[in-house]
Nanobody, 116 residues
Framework: QVQLVESGGGVVQAGGSLRLSCAAS????????MGWYRQAPGKERELVAG???????NYADSVKGRFTISRDFAENTMYLQMNSLKPEDTATYYC??????????WGQGTQVIVSS
């Protein structure tokens, strides 16, 4: 199973930016898809942004135009650039990777707190 380690979370004021990183223990090129999910207290985990092996991206309506998902294949790292952050973006953010054999891996999560 692939090991995933997230970083980059923290406390930021509304309107600010953060960049989350997800470092994988193996290559992220030969995969089915990768994505960022988040879970706020008392709420279900939801997809924030995803990318397929072919590079097709999709975003939750609530983050479109503000968040950007990207990958660095040389570094086996996926990123989530988050701009114009809102208090409702406060959550624990998780990295997810699904391999071509549909093995599913999750990171441990990184917390993002947006103050108003």
């Amino acid at each position: 199973q692939v090991q995933l380690v997230e970083s980059g979370g923290g406390v930021v004021q509304a309107g600010g930016s953060l960049r989350l990183s997800c470092a994988a223990s193996s290559d992220i090129f030969n995969i089915n898809r990768m994505g960022w999910y988040r879970q706020a207290p008392g709420k279900e985990r939801e997809l924030v942004a995803g990318v397929t092996s072919g590079g097709t991206t999709n975003y939750a309506d609530s983050v479109k135009g503000r968040f950007t998902i990207s990958r660095d294949f040389a570094e086996n790292t996926m990123y989530l650039q988050m701009n114009s952050l809102k208090p409702e973006d406060t959550a624990t953010y998780y990295c997810n990777l699904v391999r071509t054999d549909f093995t599913n891996s999750w990171g441990q999560g990184t917390q993002v707190i947006v103050s108003s």
